[in-house]
């Protein structure tokens, strides 16, 4: 299925960047145990293996070292100390770069089927998987853990594309500062220089200058499970078969806009009713009466919890450049009973407890900072959840090496707990395509219930 062409590590041009750190923030360190985030870029390429190892394959290599002159945290690792509250000077994790550090850059092929691996059909997770680059294992250096952050897999269909699959630890950056770097990268292999990046104005903002309570680094400490991270510590990986399939939902415009009115009619106070907010909730809902369609769990006394993470980069005070390097985004949560959600009103009940909970997010500013140990701890409880990976305005689809836009962008990480990926569509930014991974006969219920209630005329009551 997949035979390895080349394997190598890219390194910043020599001496540019030297031995450098960079503190982690409460921010970043709340995502320690989080698992890693894998997206995966799909391009037509018509080409045989010969043209993509003479004319790819090298542009990729000097571009990304070009790239990591400014992005230098990707080529570095991550410092755990163990044990945190005994270290060394009460030491806290870092990101480190030292001169000689890299990303591994894979080069391979496969024979997979291109054109069924781009499709919004149902297809089998697992076939995805040989696309997604693995970080590599942590190991034990002196008194301190090391664990690679980044790496980069890119994979030849002959004839048919290529597909450019990504691997980042959560506690290296969050998707702002990710989008970012590839804005960078993509400029400089098209153009072989980073002349008009640098113009950009778009260089990464390291200075750690979030303020916030010191307490929070403690936070960190104590979160379930962080004794774990020694040199035997296992990285979260996406291996092996799977009952999981994946599809893509798209919502359009004109499907967009009929439920906004709908929810404006039948929620007239509710303040926030936005293209995110009601495509976010008609896929929760939807997933939850394709659970119990199917005979699963959802009782009378069963809570359902959806959570999305908000930039707070503008919002904080005082405001970080949108170019700040690093994680810098807080949950907004909402639960509610599954009994509401699998109900004929299901779509109303998530729209009104997700909006409400957006509106109070975004505008009580000080809540990131004062609350969150408390958001901390419910991010714990046991309480079935589904996330979101993702955000329309980053638009994905212009993600350009130089060989033309993509044609199919998936987030194969939501199959690690169910989570959704929600972007602007190739064919329109207006328009909204949601990622799902669901056990196979789930997800044949969710798209026949979304595909029902969209086609219906039930969205056009008053």
Known sequence: MLNVLEKCRISPPPAAIGDRSLPLTFFDSAWLLFFPIHQVFFYEFPHPTSYFLETIVPKLKHSLSITLQHFFSFAGNLIVFPNPNRSPNGKRPEIRHVEGDAVTLTFAECDLDFD????????ECHKFYPLIPLLGQPSKVSNHVTIPLFSVQVTLFPNKGISIGLTNHHCLCDATTRFNFLNAWTSIAKHGTDELFIASGSLPFYERVIMYPEALDEIYCTQPGIETIDEEYKLPQLVGDTDKAR?????TQAHINRLKKWISVQLPTLEYVSSFSVASAY????????????????????????????DWRSRIHPPLPQTYFGNCVGPCLCTTKSTLLASNTGFRTAAEVFGKALSETIKNKDALMKDAETWLEKAYEPVPTIGVSGTPKFKVYDVDFGWGKAKKHETPS????????????????ADIEIGISLPAKQLDAFISISRDELESNFYEQD
């Not at 896929?283 to 919890?305: F, H, T």
Request: with cysteine; hydrophobic share 40%.
């Open 116 to 123: 069924d691996l781009i499709g919004n059909h149902p297809r």
């Open 247 to 251: 599809a893509t939902l798209v919502l």
């Open 283 to 310: 896929v929760w809902s939807c997933i939850v009466k394709s659970r119990a369609r199917i005979g699963g769990q959802v009782g009378d006394n069963d809570l359902e919890r959806f959570m999305c993470a908000v």
């Open 414 to 429: 939501i199959d690690y707990n169910g989570s959704i990926s929600v972007n602007a569509c190739k064919d329109s930014a």
